[in-house]
Protein backbone atom coordinates (compact mmCIF):
# COMPACT_ATOMS: atom_id res chain seq x y z
CA UNK A 1 0.00 0.00 0.00
CA UNK A 2 3.23 2.59 1.02
CA UNK A 3 4.51 1.82 -2.39
CA UNK A 4 1.62 2.08 -4.53
CA UNK A 5 -0.66 4.85 -2.79
CA UNK A 6 2.03 7.48 -2.84
CA UNK A 7 -0.08 10.81 -3.19
CA UNK A 8 -2.65 11.68 -0.55
CA UNK A 9 -4.40 14.95 0.59
CA UNK A 10 -3.99 16.24 3.92
CA UNK A 11 -7.18 18.16 5.43
CA UNK A 12 -6.74 20.03 8.41
CA UNK A 13 -10.25 20.42 9.44
CA UNK A 14 -11.12 21.61 13.05
CA UNK A 15 -12.63 24.21 15.35
CA UNK A 16 -9.88 26.53 15.00
CA UNK A 17 -11.44 26.75 10.57
CA UNK A 18 -14.28 29.01 12.84
CA UNK A 19 -11.82 32.10 12.92
CA UNK A 20 -9.79 31.46 10.28
CA UNK A 21 -6.30 32.32 11.55
CA UNK A 22 -4.06 29.12 12.57
CA UNK A 23 -4.36 25.68 13.67
CA UNK A 24 -3.02 26.61 16.61
CA UNK A 25 -4.19 29.65 17.69
CA UNK A 26 -4.28 28.60 21.45
CA UNK A 27 -0.60 28.40 21.63
CA UNK A 28 0.48 31.08 18.45
CA UNK A 29 -1.71 33.72 19.40
CA UNK A 30 -2.38 32.98 23.10
CA UNK A 31 -6.67 32.65 22.73
CA UNK A 32 -7.29 31.46 25.87
CA UNK A 33 -9.10 28.05 26.53
CA UNK A 34 -12.49 29.70 27.30
CA UNK A 35 -13.13 31.89 24.48
CA UNK A 36 -11.57 29.10 22.32
CA UNK A 37 -14.06 26.37 22.86
CA UNK A 38 -16.92 29.06 22.77
CA UNK A 39 -16.49 27.75 18.87
CA UNK A 40 -18.26 24.54 20.34
CA UNK A 41 -21.46 26.18 20.05
CA UNK A 42 -20.82 28.10 16.92
CA UNK A 43 -19.65 25.80 15.11
CA UNK A 44 -22.03 24.33 12.41
CA UNK A 45 -20.66 23.31 9.20
CA UNK A 46 -23.69 23.43 6.95
CA UNK A 47 -21.84 22.95 3.35
CA UNK A 48 -19.55 19.74 4.55
CA UNK A 49 -20.08 17.66 1.76
CA UNK A 50 -17.43 14.57 1.91
CA UNK A 51 -18.53 13.77 -1.44
CA UNK A 52 -17.27 17.04 -2.84
CA UNK A 53 -13.93 16.53 -0.84
CA UNK A 54 -13.48 12.75 -2.43
CA UNK A 55 -14.11 14.07 -5.69
CA UNK A 56 -11.93 16.42 -5.92
CA UNK A 57 -9.02 14.65 -4.31
CA UNK A 58 -9.65 11.40 -7.15
CA UNK A 59 -10.11 14.47 -9.97
CA UNK A 60 -6.97 15.81 -8.53
CA UNK A 61 -4.94 12.31 -8.57
CA UNK A 62 -4.78 11.50 -4.63
CA UNK A 63 -4.46 8.37 -3.68
CA UNK A 64 -5.61 8.99 -0.52
CA UNK A 65 -6.86 11.66 2.29
CA UNK A 66 -5.17 12.50 5.89
CA UNK A 67 -7.53 13.53 8.11
CA UNK A 68 -7.12 15.24 11.45
CA UNK A 69 -8.70 13.68 13.82
CA UNK A 70 -7.75 15.45 16.70
CA UNK A 71 -5.28 18.49 16.37
CA UNK A 72 -3.36 19.82 19.58
CA UNK A 73 -6.58 21.71 20.70
CA UNK A 74 -7.98 18.52 21.52
CA UNK A 75 -10.87 18.63 19.73
CA UNK A 76 -12.62 15.61 18.35
CA UNK A 77 -13.95 15.20 14.86
CA UNK A 78 -15.27 12.00 15.62
CA UNK A 79 -18.36 11.01 17.98
CA UNK A 80 -15.86 9.64 20.80
CA UNK A 81 -17.11 8.31 24.28
CA UNK A 82 -14.12 8.98 25.91
CA UNK A 83 -15.30 13.07 26.11
CA UNK A 84 -17.65 15.51 25.28
CA UNK A 85 -15.18 17.86 23.10
CA UNK A 86 -16.07 16.47 19.77
CA UNK A 87 -17.76 17.67 16.67
CA UNK A 88 -21.35 15.80 17.84
CA UNK A 89 -21.65 18.36 20.67
CA UNK A 90 -21.45 21.60 17.82
CA UNK A 91 -25.24 22.62 16.26
CA UNK A 92 -23.92 20.38 13.55
CA UNK A 93 -23.75 17.51 15.94
CA UNK A 94 -23.02 15.13 12.89
CA UNK A 95 -19.62 12.56 12.83
CA UNK A 96 -17.69 14.31 10.23
CA UNK A 97 -15.22 11.47 10.59
CA UNK A 98 -17.50 8.93 9.45
CA UNK A 99 -18.84 10.36 6.88
CA UNK A 100 -15.89 11.29 5.37
CA UNK A 101 -14.58 7.35 5.59
CA UNK A 102 -18.16 5.99 3.82
CA UNK A 103 -16.78 8.54 1.17
CA UNK A 104 -13.76 7.35 0.43
CA UNK A 105 -14.19 3.61 1.13
CA UNK A 106 -16.95 4.46 -1.50
CA UNK A 107 -14.78 5.87 -3.85
CA UNK A 108 -11.48 3.74 -3.60
CA UNK A 109 -9.68 6.19 -1.79
CA UNK A 110 -7.59 5.90 1.05
CA UNK A 111 -8.04 7.09 4.36
CA UNK A 112 -5.21 7.73 6.74
CA UNK A 113 -5.85 9.54 10.28
CA UNK A 114 -4.20 12.55 11.79
CA UNK A 115 -3.84 12.55 15.79
CA UNK A 116 -2.28 14.72 18.06
CA UNK A 117 -0.33 13.89 21.35
CA UNK A 118 -0.28 17.10 23.27
CA UNK A 119 -4.12 17.71 23.69
CA UNK A 120 -4.77 21.27 25.22
CA UNK A 121 -8.01 20.27 26.39
CA UNK A 122 -7.55 17.29 28.10
CA UNK A 123 -7.07 18.01 31.80
CA UNK A 124 -4.64 14.52 32.27
CA UNK A 125 -2.47 15.67 29.50
CA UNK A 126 0.89 16.10 31.11
CA UNK A 127 1.72 19.74 30.16
CA UNK A 128 5.19 20.89 30.83
CA UNK A 129 4.88 23.89 28.62
CA UNK A 130 7.26 22.87 26.51
CA UNK A 131 7.39 22.55 22.44
CA UNK A 132 3.64 22.61 21.38
CA UNK A 133 2.29 23.41 24.48
CA UNK A 134 0.10 25.91 26.18
CA UNK A 135 1.25 28.24 29.00
CA UNK A 136 -1.85 28.43 30.48
CA UNK A 137 -3.27 26.41 33.60
CA UNK A 138 -6.56 25.60 34.49
CA UNK A 139 -8.71 24.46 37.92
CA UNK A 140 -9.72 21.69 35.80
CA UNK A 141 -6.20 20.40 35.14
CA UNK A 142 -5.18 17.00 36.70
CA UNK A 143 -1.90 15.90 34.94
CA UNK A 144 -1.67 12.35 34.80
CA UNK A 145 0.65 11.11 32.05
CA UNK A 146 -0.74 7.50 33.02
CA UNK A 147 -4.76 8.39 32.85
CA UNK A 148 -3.55 10.27 29.65
CA UNK A 149 -2.28 7.55 27.59
CA UNK A 150 -5.43 5.39 28.53
CA UNK A 151 -7.38 7.86 27.42
CA UNK A 152 -5.20 8.15 23.96
CA UNK A 153 -5.36 4.18 23.86
CA UNK A 154 -9.33 4.42 24.02
CA UNK A 155 -9.63 6.71 21.50
CA UNK A 156 -6.93 5.13 19.09
CA UNK A 157 -9.24 2.29 19.64
CA UNK A 158 -12.20 3.26 18.68
CA UNK A 159 -10.40 5.33 15.18
CA UNK A 160 -9.34 2.06 14.16
CA UNK A 161 -12.04 -0.08 14.66
CA UNK A 162 -15.01 2.30 13.58
CA UNK A 163 -14.31 3.84 10.69
CA UNK A 164 -13.24 1.42 8.31
CA UNK A 165 -9.55 0.33 6.45
CA UNK A 166 -7.20 3.19 7.79
CA UNK A 167 -4.15 2.96 5.66
CA UNK A 168 -2.00 5.17 7.57
CA UNK A 169 -1.78 6.37 11.47
CA UNK A 170 0.19 10.11 11.36
CA UNK A 171 1.13 10.88 15.21
CA UNK A 172 2.12 14.24 15.55
CA UNK A 173 4.23 15.87 17.98
CA UNK A 174 6.53 12.94 19.45
CA UNK A 175 6.26 12.94 23.29
CA UNK A 176 9.57 12.45 25.26
CA UNK A 177 7.44 9.18 26.90
CA UNK A 178 8.41 5.98 24.91
CA UNK A 179 5.60 3.19 24.68
CA UNK A 180 6.11 0.38 22.14
CA UNK A 181 2.26 -0.87 23.35
CA UNK A 182 0.60 1.93 21.36
CA UNK A 183 1.66 1.30 18.09
CA UNK A 184 1.45 -2.26 19.35
CA UNK A 185 -2.17 -1.82 19.65
CA UNK A 186 -2.54 0.33 16.26
CA UNK A 187 -1.18 -2.97 14.24
CA UNK A 188 -3.02 -5.51 16.47
CA UNK A 189 -6.58 -3.42 15.59
CA UNK A 190 -5.36 -3.10 11.74
CA UNK A 191 -2.82 -5.11 10.46
CA UNK A 192 -1.01 -4.37 7.98
CA UNK A 193 -1.21 -0.29 8.52
CA UNK A 194 1.96 2.12 8.32
CA UNK A 195 2.53 4.24 10.99
CA UNK A 196 4.80 7.59 10.98
CA UNK A 197 7.63 8.72 13.58
CA UNK A 198 5.87 11.13 15.21
CA UNK A 199 4.07 9.04 17.84
CA UNK A 200 5.53 6.77 21.17
CA UNK A 201 7.90 4.77 19.00
CA UNK A 202 9.89 5.28 15.88
CA UNK A 203 7.37 3.92 13.90
CA UNK A 204 7.64 2.65 10.03
CA UNK A 205 7.90 5.94 8.24
CA UNK A 206 9.56 9.33 9.02
CA UNK A 207 7.66 12.33 7.57
CA UNK A 208 10.09 15.71 6.61
CA UNK A 209 8.11 18.72 6.63
CA UNK A 210 7.86 21.97 4.59
CA UNK A 211 11.72 21.57 4.06
CA UNK A 212 13.14 21.35 0.58
CA UNK A 213 15.43 17.72 0.43
CA UNK A 214 18.84 17.30 -1.08
CA UNK A 215 18.83 15.05 -4.03
CA UNK A 216 19.46 11.80 -2.28
CA UNK A 217 17.43 8.88 -2.49
CA UNK A 218 15.08 7.97 1.02
CA UNK A 219 16.69 5.01 2.30
CA UNK A 220 13.80 4.60 4.89
CA UNK A 221 9.80 4.84 4.19
CA UNK A 222 9.11 8.54 3.99
CA UNK A 223 6.20 10.38 3.30
CA UNK A 224 6.78 14.28 2.84
CA UNK A 225 4.00 16.84 3.72
CA UNK A 226 3.72 20.48 3.07
CA UNK A 227 0.38 22.52 3.16
CA UNK A 228 -0.44 24.88 -0.47
CA UNK A 229 -0.29 28.09 2.08
CA UNK A 230 2.87 29.49 4.03
CA UNK A 231 1.67 30.51 7.49
CA UNK A 232 -0.60 27.69 8.64
CA UNK A 233 -2.28 24.32 7.78
CA UNK A 234 -5.38 24.96 8.99
CA UNK A 235 -7.97 27.54 6.92
CA UNK A 236 -6.44 30.74 7.20
CA UNK A 237 -8.55 33.97 5.55
CA UNK A 238 -5.87 35.64 4.94
CA UNK A 239 -2.84 33.37 3.71
CA UNK A 240 -0.26 33.65 1.33
CA UNK A 241 -0.68 30.54 -1.06
CA UNK A 242 2.17 28.68 -2.21
CA UNK A 243 3.15 28.97 -6.42
CA UNK A 244 2.95 26.22 -8.80
CA UNK A 245 6.43 26.29 -9.12
CA UNK A 246 7.27 25.77 -5.15
CA UNK A 247 4.43 22.90 -5.01
CA UNK A 248 5.32 21.18 -8.13
CA UNK A 249 9.41 21.56 -7.69
CA UNK A 250 8.71 20.03 -4.05
CA UNK A 251 6.25 17.31 -5.37
CA UNK A 252 8.48 16.17 -7.94
CA UNK A 253 11.70 16.60 -6.08
CA UNK A 254 10.58 14.43 -2.61
CA UNK A 255 8.84 11.80 -4.99
CA UNK A 256 11.48 11.69 -7.29
CA UNK A 257 13.82 10.49 -4.42
CA UNK A 258 11.18 7.60 -3.67
CA UNK A 259 8.74 9.17 -0.61
CA UNK A 260 5.29 9.57 -0.32
CA UNK A 261 3.77 13.22 -0.32
CA UNK A 262 1.10 14.22 0.99
CA UNK A 263 -0.44 18.10 0.12
CA UNK A 264 -2.54 19.48 2.42
CA UNK A 265 -5.62 21.95 2.52
CA UNK A 266 -7.80 23.33 4.99
CA UNK A 267 -11.50 23.73 4.79
CA UNK A 268 -13.54 26.64 6.02
CA UNK A 269 -15.91 27.19 8.84
CA UNK A 270 -18.56 26.39 6.42
CA UNK A 271 -16.83 22.79 5.48
CA UNK A 272 -16.23 24.17 1.91
CA UNK A 273 -12.76 23.75 0.51
CA UNK A 274 -12.08 27.42 -0.56
CA UNK A 275 -12.01 28.23 -4.32
CA UNK A 276 -8.59 29.87 -4.14
CA UNK A 277 -7.25 26.22 -2.92
CA UNK A 278 -9.26 24.08 -4.67
CA UNK A 279 -7.73 26.14 -7.86
CA UNK A 280 -4.30 25.07 -6.44
CA UNK A 281 -5.01 21.51 -6.08
CA UNK A 282 -6.66 21.18 -9.32
CA UNK A 283 -3.82 22.66 -11.02
CA UNK A 284 -1.34 20.82 -9.16
CA UNK A 285 -3.35 17.33 -9.94
CA UNK A 286 -3.37 18.38 -13.39
CA UNK A 287 0.75 18.32 -13.46
CA UNK A 288 1.02 15.73 -11.35
CA UNK A 289 -1.13 13.06 -13.48
CA UNK A 290 1.05 14.22 -16.53
CA UNK A 291 4.55 12.98 -14.61
CA UNK A 292 2.97 10.78 -12.34
CA UNK A 293 4.99 7.49 -14.45
CA UNK A 294 8.24 9.63 -13.73
CA UNK A 295 7.33 9.36 -10.24
CA UNK A 296 6.25 6.46 -9.63
CA UNK A 297 9.69 5.08 -11.66
CA UNK A 298 12.61 4.20 -9.68
CA UNK A 299 15.33 6.63 -8.42
CA UNK A 300 18.41 5.54 -10.20
CA UNK A 301 21.63 8.25 -9.82
CA UNK A 302 23.31 8.73 -13.22
CA UNK A 303 26.39 10.79 -12.18
CA UNK A 304 26.71 12.90 -15.05
CA UNK A 305 23.34 14.03 -14.96
CA UNK A 306 23.51 14.09 -10.94
CA UNK A 307 26.19 16.53 -11.50
CA UNK A 308 23.98 18.96 -13.02
CA UNK A 309 21.25 18.98 -9.89
CA UNK A 310 19.00 16.98 -11.89
CA UNK A 311 17.26 13.87 -10.84
CA UNK A 312 16.49 10.51 -12.38
CA UNK A 313 13.92 7.87 -12.17
CA UNK A 314 13.95 4.95 -14.35
CA UNK A 315 11.25 2.34 -15.54
CA UNK A 316 12.01 -0.13 -18.18
CA UNK A 317 13.91 1.16 -20.75
CA UNK A 318 12.50 5.02 -19.67
CA UNK A 319 14.74 7.02 -18.19
CA UNK A 320 13.08 10.40 -16.65
CA UNK A 321 15.10 13.78 -16.08
CA UNK A 322 13.62 16.02 -13.33
CA UNK A 323 13.88 19.60 -13.53
CA UNK A 324 12.96 21.41 -10.32
CA UNK A 325 12.67 25.21 -10.17
CA UNK A 326 12.58 25.68 -13.76
CA UNK A 327 15.19 25.30 -16.97
CA UNK A 328 17.43 27.72 -17.13
CA UNK A 329 17.71 27.51 -21.01
CA UNK A 330 15.51 25.34 -23.82
CA UNK A 331 18.09 22.41 -24.19
CA UNK A 332 20.88 20.50 -22.41
CA UNK A 333 24.04 17.89 -23.13
CA UNK A 334 23.92 14.67 -21.56
CA UNK A 335 27.51 12.79 -21.32
CA UNK A 336 27.28 9.03 -21.24
CA UNK A 337 25.20 7.93 -23.42
CA UNK A 338 26.02 5.74 -26.70
CA UNK A 339 23.22 5.06 -28.36
CA UNK A 340 20.04 7.84 -29.14
CA UNK A 341 16.75 7.40 -27.30
CA UNK A 342 13.82 6.63 -29.48
CA UNK A 343 12.44 9.60 -28.26
CA UNK A 344 12.50 12.51 -26.07
CA UNK A 345 9.44 13.70 -24.44
CA UNK A 346 8.63 16.70 -22.37
CA UNK A 347 5.89 15.12 -20.22
CA UNK A 348 4.34 18.24 -18.65
CA UNK A 349 2.76 18.96 -22.95
CA UNK A 350 3.63 16.02 -24.81
CA UNK A 351 6.19 17.67 -26.83
CA UNK A 352 8.85 15.86 -28.74
CA UNK A 353 12.13 17.06 -28.59
CA UNK A 354 14.95 17.23 -31.16
CA UNK A 355 17.73 14.71 -29.98
CA UNK A 356 21.48 14.56 -31.90
CA UNK A 357 25.19 12.88 -30.85
CA UNK A 358 27.12 16.67 -31.10
CA UNK A 359 30.48 16.88 -29.97
CA UNK A 360 30.47 20.29 -28.23
CA UNK A 361 33.43 22.90 -26.69
CA UNK A 362 31.62 23.76 -23.80
CA UNK A 363 30.46 21.34 -20.90
CA UNK A 364 29.61 22.85 -17.44
CA UNK A 365 30.25 26.40 -17.27
CA UNK A 366 33.98 26.68 -18.65
CA UNK A 367 35.09 27.27 -22.12
CA UNK A 368 36.90 23.21 -23.10
CA UNK A 369 40.11 23.05 -25.27
CA UNK A 370 38.67 19.72 -26.09
CA UNK A 371 35.02 18.59 -27.50
CA UNK A 372 33.08 15.74 -26.00
CA UNK A 373 30.57 13.75 -27.30
CA UNK A 374 27.18 14.28 -26.05
CA UNK A 375 23.56 13.92 -26.22
CA UNK A 376 21.82 17.14 -27.15
CA UNK A 377 18.68 17.57 -26.33
CA UNK A 378 16.87 20.51 -26.82
CA UNK A 379 13.29 23.11 -28.20
CA UNK A 380 11.89 22.63 -25.25
CA UNK A 381 9.20 25.67 -23.74
CA UNK A 382 11.36 26.61 -21.14
CA UNK A 383 9.12 29.80 -20.57
CA UNK A 384 6.30 28.42 -21.07
CA UNK A 385 6.76 25.81 -18.61
CA UNK A 386 8.58 28.19 -16.10
CA UNK A 387 5.56 27.83 -13.40
CA UNK A 388 5.74 24.02 -12.63
CA UNK A 389 8.63 21.19 -12.74
CA UNK A 390 9.40 19.84 -15.85
CA UNK A 391 9.98 15.90 -16.38
CA UNK A 392 11.59 14.95 -19.64
CA UNK A 393 10.80 10.81 -20.47
CA UNK A 394 13.62 9.64 -23.06
CA UNK A 395 12.91 6.22 -24.38
CA UNK A 396 15.94 3.86 -25.26
CA UNK A 397 15.34 0.71 -27.57
CA UNK A 398 17.78 -1.17 -24.75
CA UNK A 399 19.06 1.43 -21.81
CA UNK A 400 21.62 -1.13 -20.56
CA UNK A 401 23.66 -0.66 -23.74
CA UNK A 402 22.39 2.72 -24.29
CA UNK A 403 24.38 3.85 -21.48
CA UNK A 404 27.81 3.67 -20.38
CA UNK A 405 27.98 2.22 -17.45
CA UNK A 406 30.63 4.17 -15.43
CA UNK A 407 28.42 7.23 -15.54
CA UNK A 408 25.88 4.98 -13.55
CA UNK A 409 26.42 5.05 -10.15
CA UNK A 410 25.22 2.34 -6.98
CA UNK A 411 22.58 5.30 -6.51
CA UNK A 412 21.23 5.35 -3.06
CA UNK A 413 22.62 7.81 -0.60
CA UNK A 414 21.52 7.96 3.07
CA UNK A 415 19.87 11.46 4.39
C1 LIG B 1 3.33 20.54 12.68
C2 LIG B 1 2.36 21.54 13.26
C3 LIG B 1 0.95 21.14 13.10
C4 LIG B 1 0.64 20.47 11.79
C5 LIG B 1 1.68 19.46 11.41
C6 LIG B 1 1.49 18.83 10.04
O1 LIG B 1 3.57 19.50 13.54
O2 LIG B 1 2.60 21.73 14.63
O3 LIG B 1 0.10 22.22 13.34
O4 LIG B 1 -0.56 19.82 11.96
O5 LIG B 1 2.92 20.03 11.45
O6 LIG B 1 2.50 17.91 9.77
Known amino acids: MFKTKRFGMFIHWGLYAFSGLHEQEMYRYGVASKDYEKYVNLFNPTDYNPKEWVSLAKNCGFDYITFTTKHHDGFCMWDSKFTDYKITN ?18 GIGLSLYYSVPDWHHPNYPNNIGHHEISERRESDRPDEKLYIEYV ?20 IPPKTRDKSLNELIRKLQPGIYINNRGYDEGDFSTPE ?36 YLTSA ?10 YVLNVGPDE ?9 KILVRVGDWYKKVKEALFATPVKYEAIA ?29 GFKEMPKYALVLNNGQKLNCVFEKMPMLYGGQGTSLADVLHINGIDADGLSSQAVVIKLEFE ?10 VSDNIRIL
Open 307 to 335: KKGILTTQSENALYLHFQGGLASNGFCLE
Open 210 to 245: RTSADGAVFEGLTEACDSIGEQSWGYRKNEDYHSML
Open 153 to 172: RNQITELLTGYGKIQSFFWD
Open 398 to 407: NIESAVDTEF
Open 251 to 260: IDRYMAMGAN
Open 270 to 278: KGRIPEVSE
Open 90 to 107: TPYGKDVLKMLSEECEKH
